[in-house]
């Protein structure tokens, strides 16, 4: 089959690899019918995760139909149409019986590795290093999904797929970084980050009942997008956002800040970026922590600062004094996507959120690398890919 | 060796840490001073060497002074001080004069260091395998009790989850016939025999004697707080075999016996969990240490057809 491959650091290739085979009796194997490309992908793309191999198949957004299943999987049958969770979860374990997916105890069989750098490991993620499991990824023509009787969820025919990709990762993540914020009436929300998960945490904090939401980011087709969801918006290029945000809310500081930003941030001044970007180079920092510091920094005391930006290792200067003295609360997750597919699903029947309104770039999985770059220089407008094989 | 004295050690090991230090610093801040001092300023090559060294004494201070257990590194700077003995015996033949009398006396410092530097070596590493191996390690199961005792009183189940046995044969309600996979692919086999069995809190077992490996093992079952499941752990102790030497070997391969049984354990939550051991195309065997240091590209395992 096809599939897109990592081959190091800024490079990847759509080569012929082996059709995927049933390793556990509860796999499954789908041809692919929808895949995307997600932000964290450029931080595989870009080198910052480690424990990635020349060859990884990538990609973890992905949807398609059964064509075979392994003898433990009971409620899916050829031709089932499914959505994957990108998270791989046994379902059994205590995280699992909990809802905590994403930090399942079973499914990373190289959880030794991810011990070493986190101190306990999370669950494996499709395409997404070795340390979280090294399983081959969703930008590819056939996928195994291990556990297949307990993360995908099935849908119905009338549904097209751009509708319904989305509930593998961006969507529910977005939606799990609003909810982290335990919204009440009049709450303000600040979202650090308008690419895809941004626009979703967005949206889902209005669907909650934020009374505002300011979006944060430097490139103004992103604002104009969460300008027309209904959020004011700010480019830090151009504005001190502490500053601004301390106007916004008559000195308040937004009642939680949202970082869908992650270990690549930017920061306007050119010092400030230098100092943190050589760490990262020189290996002494794998993170870049703008969006969280300033997180931390303007959100109202007593707070929550809800953590849904990819973040693989350590952060330097972190704002400790502030957290702790004005009594703020952090919440971080990998989104357990399990938990949101079902209650997601219903609402995009209902019409309460059509998530395709993210998708601006449409490719063939052979174009994949394209993409790659396009998405990663912002050229063209690129807010969302998706491939087809 | 006490306690004690072994805690001296460590100290005496963190001590030449900070000496190495001390020493590269200068070696690099002001190499002529060296040079002058140890009676080589009139090799060329020393200009080059000397910092070099200078550098070797950093790299022994980083691991020693960087490690929770240093007392096995001295053996760095042990190997260091060969090479100075060689070196400055190799510059003593071929000076004369007062230059020679320097580098006598840098070359009988750096002998005094020697003798320090092995004594804290061997002393240090002596300890660790005095009694052979005891490895421990624990996991909490999502299952009840009586189940996860039930699962590994049928000691044939223990090769589902224990990598390197082979099987386990059951002789009667106490003794079993166990074949593991020994090093450099040679089976080892051995009889065992159940020495304490308390259903739902404690099997206890030990290598028949004549066994060419001897070992013992004991696993223990408690329930885990607030419904969490079994609390499992497991102490093996055995002689290596190869002794120390084949000890040392393995853990070069990754190996790492601790390492072993906590990837056992690790298994074996995911085979009563999920009912077996799970599986990636970079690890397929499922959790192993080994294939954690060597992956497999993600990619499927082998070609075939898809229908």
């Known amino acids: 089959m ?342 997601l699903l219903d609402r995009i029947r209902a019409g309460d959120i059509d998530p395709s309104f993210v998708i601006s770039h449409r490719m063939r999985l052979d174009d994949t690398p394209r993409g790659y770059d396009m998405f990663k220089h912002k050229e063209d407008e690129c807010l969302k890919v998706v491939l087809t094989p | 060796m006490t306690e004690r004295d072994h805690h001296n050690l460590e100290g005496l090991a963190r001590g030449l840490g900070w000496a190495s230090l001390g020493l590269g610093a200068v070696q690099l801040s002001a190499p002529d001073m060296v040079r002058h001092m140890s009676g080589v300023d009139d090799s060329s090559l020393s200009r080059v060497m000397v910092p070099l060294v200078g550098v070797r004494e950093l790299f022994h201070a980083a691991v020693l002074l960087g490690s929770r257990r240093p007392g096995p590194w001295v053996w760095t700077r042990v190997a260091g001080d060969v090479m100075d003995l060689t070196s400055l015996g190799c510059a003593v033949s071929h000076r004369r004069g007062k230059r020679r009398r320097r580098t006598m006396t840098a070359t009988a410092a750096v002998a005094g260091i020697t003798a320090v530097d092995l004594y804290t070596a061997i002393r240090a590493g002596r300890r660790p395998w005095a009694y052979g191996l005891s490895l421990h390690a624990a996991i909490t199961v999502k299952r009840p009790r009586d189940e996860v005792y039930g699962f590994w009183r049928d000691l044939e189940n223990l090769p589902r989850f224990m990598i390197h046995l082979r099987s386990v044969q059951v002789i009667d309600q106490r003794r079993s016939r166990w074949i593991a996979k020994g090093p450099a692919g040679k089976d080892v086999e051995w009889d065992a025999q159940i020495v304490e069995d308390r259903p739902e809190e404690l099997i206890a077992w030990r290598s028949a004697a004549g066994a060419r490996v001897r070992n013992s093992g004991s696993v223990s079952f408690t329930d885990a707080p607030g419904g969490r499941g079994t609390e499992v752990r497991v102490e093996l102790r055995f002689d290596p075999p190869g002794g120390m030497l084949g000890a040392a070997f393995a853990r070069m391969l990754g190996e790492h016996p601790d390492q072993q049984v906590r990837d056992d354990m690790r298994r074996f939550k995911q085979v009563m969990e999920t009912g077996e051991v799970v599986r990636s195309e970079g690890s397929p065997e499922g959790v192993h240490a080994i294939r954690q240091l060597r992956q497999r590209p993600a990619q499927p395992v082998m070609s075939g057809g898809r229908p």
């Not at chain 1, 070493?116 to 590819?140: C, D, E, R």
């Not at chain 1, 004094?321 to 938990?339: D, I």
């Open chain 1, 2 to 343: 096809r599939a897109n491959c990592w081959m190091g650091k800024n490079k990847v290739q759509v080569r012929n690899v082996p059709d995927p085979k049933i390793l556990n009796s509860r796999d499954a194997i789908i041809r692919i019918t929808s895949t995307t490309i997600c932000g964290s992908d450029l931080h595989l793309f870009n080198g910052f995760i480690p424990t990635m191999k020349k060859g990884d198949i990538m990609g973890h957004e992905f949807m398609g139909e059964v064509v075979e299943t392994g003898p433990g999987v009971t409620n899916l049958r050829p031709g089932d149409r499914i959505v994957v969770p990108f998270p791989i979860a046994c379902g059994a374990c205590n995280a699992c019986q909990h809802g905590q997916f994403s930090v399942c105890e079973n499914s990373n069989p190289n959880a030794g590795l991810a011990e070493k750098i986190m101190g306990h490991s999370p669950a494996g993620i499709f395409g997404y290093s070795h340390m979280l499991g090294g399983f081959p990824g969703g930008q590819a023509e056939y996928a195994r999904v291990p556990f297949a009787d307990v993360g995908p969820i099935k849908i119905p025919d009338d549904l097209p797929d751009e509708k319904v990709l989305f509930l593998s990762d961006v969507f529910p993540t977005g939606w799990m970084g609003a909810e982290m914020c335990e919204i009440t009436p009049g709450d303000v929300i600040a979202v650090w980050g308008a690419g895809p998960v941004g626009q979703f945490a967005i949206a889902s904090a209005f669907l909650m009942g934020a009374e505002r939401v300011i979006a944060i980011d430097r490139f103004s087709y992103r604002l104009r997008k969460a300008e027309r969801a209904g959020a004011e918006t700010l480019n830090y290029e151009d504005v001190d956002v502490l500053d601004a945000l301390r106007d916004m809310t008559a000195g308040r500081g937004p009642d939680a800040c949202i970082d869908a930003v992650g270990i690549e941030a930017h920061h306007p001044a050119p010092m400030m970026y230098g100092y943190d970007r050589a760490k990262q180079m020189a290996r002494v920092e794998t993170d870049r922590p703008f969006a969280l510091r300033e997180a931390v920094m303007a959100c109202r005391n007593g707070g929550v600062v809800s953590v849904i930006g990819v973040y693989a290792g350590m952060v330097d200067k972190f704002p400790m004094g502030s957290f702790m003295n004005r009594s703020l609360t952090m919440r971080g997750a990998q989104c357990h996507v399990q938990r949101y597919l079902r209650p």
